[in-house]
């Protein structure tokens, strides 16, 4: 009997419920700190509290495929305190998501809940706090915000959140673009380390992969259809909302535009032109190329002579069919290399 019971315990670890909170949609995933008023052993004096617990790092996973994006976020927090604390952990979700898993680590056990009545929750949440056991009442919080009561927050420890959501992205002109929110809550606390990951697959080619706030490594698949996105930022920098477009585009050339204007400003915009990767050898235009070369004696220092030949062989060698070529050479003068 022991044995179910606890199997029923650890099941209903986390679970949703819908609440009301004033609370803006758009912040950082935070954890809201208070001391323990259900721990068996009442804090015997009162100590000061972050407005929020540190977050120690972020790592994010998403998976795009025909504009559904599937995003798994891990969070860890810090409690710099010498108490158990418990706290409300508030998370934006975007207008059209849907979070599909919530879990919290005790230590090494990873703990995945469901989802039940407000009423219930509550009920269950106070009856496992009383007991000391770890659950996340996951809740709605007003629009489009999520919000989880957590305990036990041990003192001078992590504690790890997750959370998984899908949500159907905008296509504007063909662009598709993606958020997530890294800074518009970092007023209320420090954000350590973020590295992130976004796949995507696309049933068109993809075009013109760019983010605005953050540096990214791109790595493309040979047929064009298959991307991999990722970024990091260390501890210490301001953070800032990950924002990331692509266009999806099977014509030859894929176009993106990208605008902004404040109120009572001038606008701005950035246009972005790329061509398909797939050229067939029918639709390759014959071309007419002409190679400067420097052969001044400056060249003749550090092997530059040969690095030039090198480059200037790999880019006749790169010609195809039907494509002209001529070298200029200069040394205070300029030589057209003769026909023939």
Same mark, same amino acid.
């Given at each position: 009997m022991r044995n179910r019971s606890l199997t029923a315990c650890l099941f209903l670890n986390v679970l949703v419920i819908l609440a009301a909170t004033a609370m803006s949609a758009s912040a950082q995933g935070v954890i809201i700190p208070r001391q323990c008023e259900n721990c068996p052993e009442r804090p015997r004096r009162p100590i000061q509290l972050p407005r929020a617990l540190p977050i120690k790092s972020i790592k994010l996973d998403t998976k795009i495929a025909a504009q559904v994006a599937t995003t798994h976020v891990e969070q860890v927090f810090r409690n710099d305190t010498d108490q158990t604390l418990e706290g409300t952990y508030f998370f934006p979700i975007p207008e059209t998501a849907s979070v599909s898993e919530f879990a919290i680590w005790d230590g090494e056990r990873r703990l995945v809940g469901e989802v039940r009545s407000r009423e219930e929750a509550r009920r269950i949440y106070d009856e496992i706090v009383r007991r000391q056991r770890d659950p996340g009442l996951l809740e709605y919080a007003g629009k489009n915000l999520f919000q989880a009561s957590i305990f036990p927050i041990p003192p001078r420890s992590d504690k790890k959140l997750e959370l998984t959501y899908t949500q159907v992205l905008r296509a504007e002109g063909g662009t598709v673009a993606y958020r997530y929110p890294l800074g518009t809550g970092h007023n209320l606390t420090n954000i350590g380390t973020v590295a992130g990951r976004v796949e995507i697959e696309g049933g068109d080619q993809l075009r013109n992969i760019y983010s605005p706030s953050h540096a990214i490594d791109v790595k493309s698949s040979r047929e064009g259809t298959r991307a991999s996105v990722s970024f990091a930022s260390t501890a210490g920098r301001e953070a800032q909302d990950f924002q990331l477009? /692509?266009?999806?585009? !099977?014509? !030859? %050339? *894929?176009?993106?535009?990208?605008?902004?204007?404040?109120? *009572?400003? !001038? *606008? /701005? %915009?950035?246009?972005?032109?790329?061509?398909? !990767?797939?050229?067939?050898?029918?639709? /390759?235009?014959?071309k007419d190329i002409v190679f400067v070369l420097d052969t001044s004696g400056s060249m003749a220092e550090e092997g530059k002579m040969e690095k030039a030949r090198a480059a200037l062989l790999f880019g006749v060698k790169s010609l195809r069919d039907g494509d002209r070529y001529n070298v200029i050479s200069f040394a205070g003068e300029e030589r057209l290399m003769e026909s023939g």
């Open positions: 477009f /692509y266009t999806l585009s !099977d014509a !030859d %050339f *894929g176009l993106t535009l990208l605008t902004h204007r404040e109120p *009572g400003k !001038d *606008g /701005y %915009f950035l246009l972005m032109l790329s061509p398909k !990767d797939n050229w067939t050898e029918a639709e /390759y235009a014959a």
